[in-house]
């Protein structure tokens, strides 16, 4: 199956949050034509969401709520985790959407068993 390239995905999701009132933007670019992507979702009052890629059992792509997990959702611990990935991914992109109501805008499933 042939991805999106991350650049155009990325202004996909950006449009779908503006969309339903929402703003978002890239926050660090990286690699236009395959960079991973994280996507943050803070809620503008200290706590936020973080998302990371995933492939299912059949080889689908998806997401993990790697806020589930140990991380947690403080956003100080969720940007530390991001400077942390970035240092070791030159081509990462990270997109933050801001939304008090915590919507996430990704179209493809999530799974909160980070």
Same mark, same amino acid.
């Given at each position: 199956?042939?991805?999106?390239?991350?650049?155009?995905?990325?202004?996909?999701?950006? &449009?779908?949050?503006?969309?339903?009132?929402?703003?978002? /933007?890239?926050?660090?670019?990286? $690699?236009?034509? @395959? =960079?991973?992507?994280?996507v943050k979702v803070a809620t503008m009052d200290g706590k936020? &969401?973080?998302?990371?890629?995933?492939?299912?059992?059949? /080889?689908?792509?998806?997401?993990? $709520?790697?806020? @589930? =997990?140990?991380?947690?959702d403080v956003e100080a611990d969720v940007d530390a985790h991001i400077r942390k990935r970035a240092d070791t991914d030159p081509d990462l992109w990270v997109i933050e959407v801001e939304d008090k109501h915590g919507r996430h805008f990704l179209q493809e499933p999530v799974d909160s068993k980070a």
């Open positions: 199956m042939d991805e999106l390239k991350t650049d155009f995905w990325a202004s996909a999701l950006i &449009r779908r949050a503006q969309i339903g009132g929402a703003f978002a /933007g890239v926050v660090r670019k990286g $690699d236009t034509d @395959a =960079g991973a992507v994280m936020a &969401r973080l998302y990371g890629p995933a492939r299912n059992g059949e /080889g689908e792509r998806i997401w993990l $709520d790697l806020s @589930a =997990g140990p991380l947690g």
